[in-house]
């Protein structure tokens, strides 16, 4: 289905511009929007609470957020300059 197709891509993409590091902050949006798509459509599937596999996406993509920009040193962001795309 469309739906599928739709997060496996942004999934696709958004991980590889984060293991990049370019636009790191937009990326990290796409992916908990992504995440958000993905529990309701498996909470309609099944229960929510047997949903574990969410949970860790959603724990490690809050720790990006709450990451200092300053702690990514090696990144495309940092390279081009891209620092003013944090909100």
């Given at each position: 289905?469309?739906?599928?197709?739709?997060?496996?891509?942004?999934?696709?993409?958004?991980?590889?511009?984060?293991?990049?590091?370019?636009?790191?902050?937009p990326a990290i949006?796409?992916?908990?929007l992504n995440i958000?798509?993905?529990?309701?459509?498996?909470?309609?599937?099944?229960?929510?609470?047997?949903?574990?596999?969410?949970?860790?996406?959603?724990?490690?993509?809050?720790?990006?957020?709450?990451?200092?920009s300053s702690w990514?040193?090696?990144?495309?962001?940092?390279?081009?300059?891209?620092?003013?795309?944090?909100?």
């Amino acid at each position: 289905s469309f739906i599928v197709t739709y997060t496996s891509w942004i999934e696709l993409i958004g991980g590889m511009l984060l293991i990049a590091g370019l636009f790191t902050y937009p990326a990290i949006y796409l992916l908990c929007l992504n995440i958000l798509i993905v529990t309701i459509g498996f909470s309609m599937a099944k229960a929510m609470w047997e949903n574990t596999q969410v949970y860790v996406r959603l724990i490690l993509l809050i720790f990006l957020l709450l990451v200092p920009s300053s702690w990514t040193v090696f990144s495309l962001d940092q390279l081009f300059d891209l620092h003013h795309l944090k909100p």
